[in-house]
């Protein structure tokens, strides 16, 4: 849904940092800032980086800042790359009396890494294969006008009720600068009817969206399992492998 644009100041929020090391040894450390109000996607985020295969790679200090961004309609790439441009603008340049110096407090957090400073955003994507596609990256204003029971009450119409779901990333690295980098991931599953109540946000497909080869829905799990099979997951170690992994 498109938002009137207000004052990058204004759409500042205050940083919830984790302020923990995924590991420590002579791996690079990256310093990763994951852009959502979404405290459910950070906390997923947090299980997959925290992976034994991902810590291996990389030791990334994590962190999170809410900043409202204006959503563009368009095709999952290009919604995901103008939210990256702009969240990095405002991560930049928010310096009001209210919220500090957004970038100055990063860096007295966290201190100096060598793997980079790095922002995320994403942007997900819910494509219902009888509805041609819909409602793609509109799944949210969706959701929150017919909630999942509506979804439902919609699907169970239908015999074929194939889905896939899409997490598209958006990375910028904040010192070398450059567009954003995308990366993504899908897994494919089938709506059901609700069961679970474990969100990513208050509108959530969650406990209509059962993943293959799981006898429960993405609301009956919970984040640190969703975190082994997501389409969050996928697209995140596709951004681990492009950057950190070893080379021969």
């Not at 015999?159 to 993504?184: E, H, Q, Y």
């Amino acid at each position: 849904m498109k938002r009137s644009p207000v004052d990058a100041r204004t759409r500042c929020r205050a940083v919830v940092s984790s302020n923990a090391r995924m590991s420590t040894g002579e791996r690079p450390t990256a310093r990763v800032c994951y852009a959502t109000g979404n405290a459910g996607k950070f906390a997923e985020a947090s299980h997959v980086f925290k992976r034994v295969e991902n810590v291996a790679l990389v030791d990334v200090i994590l962190s999170r800042v809410d900043v409202d961004t204006v959503e563009i309609q368009g095709t999952m790439e290009e919604i995901t790359a103008r939210k990256c441009e702009e969240a990095a603008k405002m991560l930049l340049s928010c310096d009001d009396s209210d919220h500090g110096h957004l970038r100055e407090t990063l860096d007295a957090d966290f201190g100096a890494g060598n793997g980079g400073d790095f922002l995320l955003v994403e942007d997900v994507s819910l494509g219902i294969d009888a509805l041609n596609g819909f409602p793609g990256p509109y799944c949210k204003p969706m959701l929150e006008a017919i909630a999942p029971e509506g979804l439902w009450d919609l699907m169970s119409r239908y015999d074929d009720r194939r889905a896939t779901v899409t997490c598209t990333l958006g990375v910028m690295d904040l010192k070398c600068g450059g567009a954003p980098k995308i990366f993504s991931g899908t897994i494919s599953g089938t709506m059901v009817p609700p069961r679970g109540d474990v969100k990513h946000g208050k509108a959530s497909w969650n406990s209509v969206f059962q993943p293959d080869g799981f006898s429960k829905t993405f609301g009956e799990l919970q984040f640190e399992e969703q975190a082994q099979i997501s389409h969050r997951r996928i697209a995140l170690e596709k951004f681990i492998a492009a950057n950190f992994s070893p080379v021969a």
